[in-house]
């Protein structure tokens, strides 16, 4: 049984930063690709970052570029979103994914088997 433990949200001024962490147990870790995602109240679910198994390609939504860093730690099977010079508009609930999927770009929702509980991210002006 896969289990998900999400932590690392909380509430920060514009400018701030926040490490959000996700640690999975009962799969192979190292055989599943990462991503994070982010949900608005009422709003689908949107692709921020994406890693590869090994960690050397990532992905990124266009408007986290610069400021974001997906990272993986596979002895620890962990995935972590470092978010800095945060906006109010990063404001969401955010979800780790983990996906066995080969297909090309990691952004596709569909594609992923395993979730996060999900955790808040709140961005004050």
């Known amino acids: 049984q896969v289990q998900v433990v999400e932590s690392g949200g909380g509430l920060v001024q514009a400018g701030g930063s926040l490490r959000l962490s996700c640690q999975f147990s009962?799969?192979?870790?190292?055989?599943?690709?990462m991503a994070w995602f982010r949900q608005a109240l009422g709003a689908e679910r949107e692709f921020v970052a994406g890693?590869?198994?090994?960690?050397?390609?990532?992905q990124y939504k266009d408007s986290v570029k610069g400021r974001f860093t997906i990272s993986r730690d596979n002895a620890k099977n962990t995935v972590y979103l470092q978010m800095n010079s945060l906006k109010p508009e990063d404001t969401d609930v955010y979800f780790c994914?983990?996906?066995?999927?080969?297909?090309?770009?990691?952004?596709?929702?569909?594609?992923?088997?395993?979730w996060g509980q999900g955790t808040q991210v709140t961005v004050s002006s």
């Open positions: 009962g799969l192979t870790f190292g055989a599943y690709r």
């Open positions: 890693i590869s198994r090994s960690g050397n390609v990532t």
């Open positions: 994914a983990a996906s066995s999927s080969f297909r090309s770009g990691m952004d596709w929702m569909l594609e992923y088997d395993y």
